[in-house]
């Protein structure tokens, strides 16, 4: 193996490339138009451009791909994850051009990459799995006739792809149809093929996993397992290792199973099998035939390069280790960034500061365990084409509340400024006492973000007064003068306006005065505060482990400085197309109604009536893209006898 093509992007590629290296082996990047100045590619040894934007036209057209290998000579093709990693046409494609394909067979990703083909196997040998229903009639009234049969709650799921796209919790039977259509639209976007399935959910499990790697000559083993059960929208936010909930006993049992079921499917590589923990009994999720997102969980633990074992074993070696030589060590825990707003919305944009974490302050709680695997810099372009993750931090410590803290410090001490991230959510998420005391489970978040979201938002205003004053006065620094006169501020943070009274003092100090509150005292410029422009008196700023939007609306009319009246139109919250318009003009609507739903990097997301009202005008129409605050619908009052 002398150079390999890497067919992904981003933070999986750079993974790829700099094990590549250290191994000696060249690589090939590919890119499409908006990642033509990625760092993957100017990381690799060469790079190919694929001509185009969307994934369908790049990362996902095979003959692209192809022909790029053979262009440059590269006898290999690692797929990363996502994209085509789990397409056993494309594993095929690349056998058949003479390539060496760097994952499992063809025939054990059909056999696994499909969920009902991975339970129908599963069952065969042994792996429990919930009641459900996979069959190839597809058509509503089946769904319904064995969702009676199972009983509910029930989980409706694609079959195919991952990532938590397709699944919807169903309830009960009136929310049926639309789960079934939401996830139908969503598998067909993501995957490009609609199949479902439908089984018994269960309201209070974890999310565990368990790492194997097989060999081709016969040999397969189990690496420990990852508890992911923090996620939003199904897809997982926060990963750790070992699980608070599983001792050598559970993990044995659990990594049998997830031995038995790589083996029956003839699996070579590095694979997951995914588990719902439900007190001691587990049930099959499904088989990920594939690296996945948190695989630097695993290797903090064990000290292993998996991206290197997985070069071995498709070069024909055999696994560097046996089952009684892996040893886990310590605690890992890893986290995932995304530009996204405190209620999940993604957003794209371009990243206009960007700093890691700094080795010194970290190392005072953790020495040498931190780890940041990235694609950003400043100046990198967020689109909404691709997985919206901007990277993930992982840290490695003796014990879990070790872990915790030093993660948390390292979040702390992240800066990306410019759009939206989940940065202090996510350090949030790691202080609350549910998930600290390690009894986090799948439900997490919904039951306490929207805590969460207040405590930041509180955090927010408490801190909003000096990073709002550091970012006005940087465009026009304080004067070395005193000045007695007041300067009236008004400063608006989430739609609402706060009134500051500015007393320049000399020397770069200012003396702040706000209603109900001691005058204080600012020496400009601040130590830990940034600030970046995001628009016309308009700041995005940082300090510490909160972040914040603020607008100087000093200079507006009195009239538009208040907090908004009654809502009258419904705005676009960010990039994405319109994939659906369940209402009409002249239709009446309850405040929580769903007016409009957008597909987003991968997700659908719906935009709702924020009041009972009237539909006035829709101004956008199913296929149409949209950018962030344009009009997608205008309300009139609600009619008479409307619903509330």
């Known amino acids: ?132 229903y996979a ?22 799921k694609a079959v195919a792809g991952g990532g938590g796209r397709g699944m919807r919790l169903v309830t009960d039977a009136a929310q049926l149809p639309a789960a079934l259509a939401g996830a139908r639209s969503e598998a067909l976007a993501g995957f490009g093929c609609g199949d479902l399935l439908i089984e018994r959910a269960l309201l209070q499990p974890r999310h565990v996993e368990v790492q194997i790697f097989a060999d081709a000559h016969g040999a397969c083993i189990h690496l420990g397992e990852r508890d992911c059960s923090v996620q939003r929208r199904h897809q997982k936010i926060i990963e750790e290792s070992p699980s608070p909930a599983v001792d050598a006993a559970l993990r044995e049992r659990m990594g049998a199973c997830a031995v038995a079921l790589a083996q029956a499917a003839g699996y070579v590589g590095a694979g997951t099998v995914e588990f719902l923990l439900n007190g001691s009994d587990f049930y099959l999720m499904e088989m990920n035939t594939r690296l996945q997102v948190e695989h630097p969980v695993t290797e903090a633990l064990t000290g292993l390069d998996l991206v290197e074992w997985q070069i071995r074993v498709a070069r024909g070696e055999p696994l560097p280790l046996t089952q009684d030589q892996v040893h886990l060590q310590g605690h890992a825990i890893e986290v995932r960034l995304c530009p996204e707003d405190a209620h999940f919305r993604p957003h794209t944009g371009r990243v206009l500061q960007f700093s890691a974490p700094p080795a010194a302050a970290f190392e005072r709680a953790a020495p040498g365990a931190l780890r940041f695997d990235h694609a950003l810099e400043e100046g990198a372009e967020v689109t909404p084409h691709y997985d919206a993750m901007l990277g993930k931090l992982i840290v490695h410590a003796p014990t879990r509340a070790e872990a915790i803290a030093a993660l948390v410090l390292a979040l702390h001490n992240t800066r990306v400024l410019g759009l939206p991230t989940n940065r202090a959510f996510l350090a949030a ?216």
């Open 429 to 644: 998420c790691l202080q609350h006492p549910v998930f600290a005391s390690g009894q986090a489970l799948v439900p997490f978040l919904a039951e306490y973000a929207a805590g969460l979201q207040e405590l930041l938002l509180n955090e927010e205003l408490s801190a909003l007064v000096p990073p709002a004053l550091e970012a006005i006065f940087a465009s026009n620094p304080a004067s070395d003068l005193p000045c007695f006169m007041a300067r009236s501020l008004r400063l608006r943070h989430q739609g609402e306006v706060h009134a500051v009274a500015v007393r320049e003092l000399g020397g770069g100090r200012l003396q702040v005065e706000q209603a109900g509150a001691e005058p204080v005292t600012l020496q400009l410029p601040q130590r830990g505060v940034y600030s970046v422009a995001v628009g016309p008196r308009r700041w995005h700023w940082q300090t510490g482990g909160v972040d914040g939007w603020m607008e100087d609306a000093s200079w507006e009319p009195a009239a538009r400085s208040g907090a908004a009246g009654g809502a009258t139109e419904l705005r676009a919250p960010f990039n994405g197309k319109v994939v659906a318009l369940p209402v009409a003009a002249g239709q009446a609507l309850a405040a929580g109604d769903t007016v409009v739903v957008i597909e987003s990097m991968k997700l659908e997301h719906s935009l709702a009536s924020p009041a009972a009202a009237t539909v006035a005008e829709l101004l956008v129409a199913p296929g149409q893209q949209v950018s962030p605050g344009q009009v997608l619908a205008r309300f009139a009052p609600a009619t008479q006898g409307a619903p509330a």
């Open 135 to 156: 069959g190839d009639d597809q058509s509503d009234e089946r769904f319904a006739q064995e969702a009676a049969r199972i009983g509910y709650p029930a989980m409706v």
């Open 1 to 132: 193996m002398k150079k390999i093509l890497i067919a992904n992007r981003s933070e999986i590629a750079r993974r790829i490339i700099h094990t590549a290296h250290r191994m000696g082996i060249a690589t090939v990047a590919v890119y499409s138009d908006p990642d033509a100045n990625a760092l993957h590619v100017r990381e690799a040894t060469q790079a190919v451009a694929l001509g185009g934007a969307a994934s369908a036209d790049t990362y996902l057209r095979t003959d692209k791909l192809l022909a790029a290998a053979r262009a440059t000579g590269a006898d290999a093709v690692h797929p990363g994850y996502g994209f085509l990693s789990e397409n056993a046409d494309f594993a095929q494609a690349v056998v058949d051009a003479g390539l060496t394909w760097i994952g499992p067979p063809p025939a054990a990703i059909r056999a696994l990459g499909s969920k009902a083909g991975a339970k129908a196997l599963a069952a065969a040998h042994g792996v429990p799995c919930l009641k459900g």
